[in-house]
Structures are given as structure tokens and as C-alpha cells.
């Protein structure tokens, strides 16, 4: 006869005393089965004001003296103030520039339209010179030269002729006076006198000669290339003229239109800045409290961007950085919840909340709003509603305590949830029968909260469930 090992059989009873251990009878009957949860909140306002630097032109906002993190402030307050040193040199900078400019446009646009009005005047004047200059030319090439050439010509013939007549004379008296075998003093005075016109008619005839010469020679060529060159220059200037002189105008044009659109940007920057000033200091419109870092959809984010909040410090531009919230402002109770919980809360959700540390005062919540998607960190946003008490006074972005029932059944049967088990035909339990003997029974679940599990049929009260 084998023997049982001793071992094996004391493994055996210690595995069915463990199972016998584990399992419970359960003797089923109605109570109340409740969702409860427990969680925090933040109060947030429902009407908040932003504040933030949206600059246009100026980048430079170094703060001068801001309020303290979540003081109270009356109406008129200053919240936050920069320091406008920099800008203000600045406006008065651009001011001047455009005084500057708007003489310069005065000056550009008076030279236009006197270049306009003149330009016509002096293209008659330049055609006038040059059709003159090729007259001019013109007539001494085909008249004038030859008739100056025979001019002197004709002057120095007739000095010539005047020499010979005077020689002539003076031979006639000098013979007349030689007859008479005395020169009476009247005689020796005609004879002296008409030496002295011979003489001058030598000197005249050597004056024409050098005059025809000259002419000739040198007078005439000269004017001749002068009376060219002024043909040929005015003519070069008149076609110059009159390729430049529109030119001039759309280039003075340009020079104006340049003017003005520098004094439209000079205008727009100074517009830009002079927004922008009044940015350099933010007031309370009300009573309220002034928050450092913002409150936006539901959240408070403080994050790296209070630090510069401070003075001497610098926010960064174009997003808001504080948050101006009024006196007047309603509050709400605004929780993150995960899935499960978000799933669980009814539309009628309501509970109770307190401050940390007040426990005695409590005040009632009710659910107003939950968000149907979750957010990036899977959490869904619960938005309550409350009584809140006059004192203690909450304080908006502080903590509160929430406890709720999402859902109450005053009499139900309830199992623990691991007395449930999934097959074929649903979900079943198993049900001890009047022999001792078991067999599962199907049932119809209802909702499971903290390992327990509401049954909506298939179970009477004094039924017994086994629960392994």
C-alpha cells in the first residue's frame, strides 16, 4: 500500500483551507448604495480682465512699480506702471522729424511746381536761342563774311585812293608854289598842312591794311567757328533740355511722393507709439483684486513669466501677464476629474465644499457645466456653482474641498464587485441553493463604486451569493 506523501498532503489541505478561507457567504438584502467623491477645486471668477503689453512699435517696457500679488484695489489704482523715459524721447524724436518733414515736402512741392510752370517757358527761350544761332550762322557763312571781306576791302582802297589824292594835291601845290621865287608864310602854312594829310592818309592806309588783315585772317574765322560753335551748342542744349527737363519733373515728382510717403510712415509710427504710450500704465476700472500671472479658461498659470514681474523687469510682449479681476465678479468652483468620475457625475450633481481649515463652514456646490471632451492631460473640467459665504471671504485662484453624491439609491442590492464574473450568457454570480450546492445565476449590473457594485435584478433579498 503507497503511502501519501506527507508533503503533498499538507500542500493540499493548507490550498483547500486557503479557498475556504477566502470564499463568503453573503445573505443578500437591500440598503442604500451611494457614488461619493472627495476633491479639490479652485475658485475662479467669471468675469476677469487680462492685462497684458500688445505693442505695436515699442519693445522696450521696463516696469516701474506694479501692485502687490493679490491685493485689493480700489477704482483707479495703478496696477502696473513702465518706465516711459525711453519712449517719450522717442515720440518727441519723431514729432520734430515730422515738423522736419513736413517743410521739406513744403519746399519739394513749391521747386515742382515752379520747375512745372518754368520748364515751358525756358524750352520756348532755348528754341528761340537756337533757331537764332543757326539764322545767325546761317546768314554770315552766306552773306555776312564776304560782305565784311569786301568792306575792308572797300576801306582800304578807299585809304589808298585818299593817300593818292593827298600825295596827288600836295605835288599840285608844291609845283604851284615853286613858280613864285617866294613862299609867302600862308603858302608855307597850306603846304605844311596838307604833309600833315598825307601823312595821315599813309597812317590810315596802314591801319586798313592791317584791319583788312585782321579780318580776313582772324576776325572773321573766329566768328565764323563762334557763330558755329553757338549753332551746334545750342542746339546740343536744346535737345538735352528737352530729354531732361521731364525727366527733372518726374524726378522732383518722385523726390515728393518719396517725402510723403516717408511722413505717412513717420505718421503711422508716431500713431503706433502713441498707442503704444498709453500702455505704459495699467489702472484698475474698479474695485477688485490685481493677480500676477493670468486666469484663463479656468486655470491660473503662473509658470517662468512672474518672475519678471518685478521692478526693473521686463514682461513678455504680446501675451497677458496679470489678471485685473473686479469687485463684482461672480465666482465658480472649477475641478479637474478623471474619466471615471466625470462619467459618474449627473447633470443634478450636488454636494457640499469648504475651505481648508474651516471646515465649520460649509456652504453647498452645485455641478453647472461639464466639459463633454477631456483636456491634454485626460482630465474633464467641472464647473460648479456656489453659496459662497460672506465670511470666510474666498479668495479667487484659492483651493476649496468638494464632497458630492453623483448618485444615491436608497434601497439596493449590493455586491462586492469580485462576486461578478463575465461569460457567456453576462455577467453571473454564483448562488447557493437550498442543497448546499451552487450554480451561477445571471444577473444585471448597475453602477460600481469603490469595489462594490449595484444589482438591478436577477437577485432577491435572503438569496445567498458565494464570493470567492
Known sequence: MSRFPTCLFAAILLTSTVHAEEAAEITIEKRPFEI???????????????????????????????????????????????DPEDIDQKLHDVRKSLETRAIEIAQTRQDLAHLEQNTPHRLEAMKRAAAEAKEENAYFTQTRRKASEESADQKLKRAENSLENEREELRQLEKMYAADDLTEETEEIILK??????????????????????????????????????????????????EDAPRAIHRRKLELEALETAAARDRESLAKLEADRKQFEFTAASDGWFYHGVIDNNRWV???????????????????????????????AVASVKGDMANQLGKDAAGVAWIAGREDAEFPVKL?????????????????????????????????????????????????????????????????????????????????????????????????????
Not at 66 to 72: E, L, T, V
Not at 313 to 332: D, H, N, W
Not at 436 to 445: D, F, L, S
Open 193 to 242: 598842312r596838307q604833309k600833315d594829310q598825307v601823312m595821315a592818309a599813309d597812317f590810315e592806309l596802314r591801319m586798313q591794311q592791317l584791319a583788312r588783315q585782321r579780318t580776313r585772317e582772324v576776325l572773321l574765322p573766329r566768328e565764323a567757328v563762334t557763330l558755329a560753335d553757338a549753332e551746334r551748342d545750342t542746339a546740343i542744349a536744346l535737345a538735352k533740355f528737352e
Open 368 to 468: 453647472i457645466e461639464l466639459n463633454p471632451a477631456p483636456g491634454p492631460d485626460g482630465q474633464f473640467t467641472a464647473i460648479f456653482g456656489a453659496e459662497w459665504p460672506e465670511k470666510p471671504a474666498v479668495a479667487p485662484a484659492s483651493s476649496v474641498n468638494i464632497s458630492l453624491i453623483a448618485y444615491e439609491a436608497p434601497a439596493a442590492i449590493v455586491l462586492p464587485a469580485k462576486a461578478l464574473e463575465f461569460g457567456a450568457s453576462g455577467w453571473t454570480v454564483a448562488l447557493k441553493l437550498a442543497d448546499g450546492k451552487t450554480e451561477r445565476r445571471p444577473v444585471k449590473r448597475g453602477r460600481v463604486f469603490n469595489d462594490e457594485c449595484e444589482i438591478l435584478s436577477g437577485l432577491e433579498p435572503g438569496q445567498v451569493v458565494v464570493v470567492p
Open 302 to 332: 503662473t509658470g517662468e513669466a512672474i518672475k519678471a514681474l518685478v521692478p526693473h523687469g521686463k514682461p513678455l510682449p504680446r501675451r497677458p501677464f496679470a489678471t485685473f479681476i473686479p469687485a463684482s465678479a461672480k465666482m465658480k
Open 36 to 82: 461619493r467623491h472627495n476633491f479639490t477645486a479652485a475658485v475662479m471668477p467669471e468675469e476677469v480682465t487680462l492685462l497684458g503689453v500688445d505693442a505695436a512699435a515699442w519693445a522696450d517696457f521696463e516696469i516701474a512699480r506694479i501692485a502687490p500679488h493679490g491685493s485689493r484695489v480700489a477704482k483707479g489704482d495703478v496696477l502696473v506702471a513702465f
